[in-house]
């Protein structure tokens, strides 16, 4: 009897976490989009999110914002991430460009399939040599 509370214990825990998870992806969580709390040296504000239409092309959106005068260079990795197993995430498509300047946006559309979608970003912003690296992920969504 033991080893099967054991087992309810340890599956209501893996469902708990993966609840706290897509919670904390909120799509009006202010400290994702935009740092609050967090002071970055060359990032003022950064953005990143998903939109799936009703005919299956999700929308991926990734934008950064420096500082004019500080920011010279910004990079942007974007990832479109489906959810495997309710706790894991596997890469479906990646897009990647740099900008000059201290702003940069990235959207892509794509064909998804039935599923629980994400787009995670990762920011890359300049101040001539030196750079800081920043990595976001939006609110899910499901098709």
Do not use: H
Not at 67 to 77: D, L, M, S
């Amino acid at each position: 009897m033991s080893k099967k509370l054991a087992c309810l214990l340890l599956s209501v825990l893996f469902l708990f976490a993966g609840t706290v998870s897509a919670a904390a992806m909120d799509p009006d969580s202010a400290a994702r989009e935009s740092g609050a709390g967090t002071r970055w040296s060359y990032t003022n504000y950064t953005a990143t999110s998903i939109r799936i239409a009703s005919g299956g092309t999700a929308t991926c959106s990734s934008l950064i914002q420096g500082y004019p005068g500080t920011t010279t260079k910004v990079t942007i990795e974007m990832t479109l991430q489906k959810r495997f197993l309710l706790l894991f995430w596997t890469d479906e498509q990646t897009w990647k460009q740099t900008f000059t300047g201290e702003y940069g946006s990235l959207v892509k559309n794509c064909s998804v399939s039935s599923g629980t979608y994400r787009v995670s970003t990762t920011y890359t912003a300049y101040s001539g040599n030196n750079y800081e690296v920043i990595t976001m992920a939006s609110q899910t969504t499901t098709y």
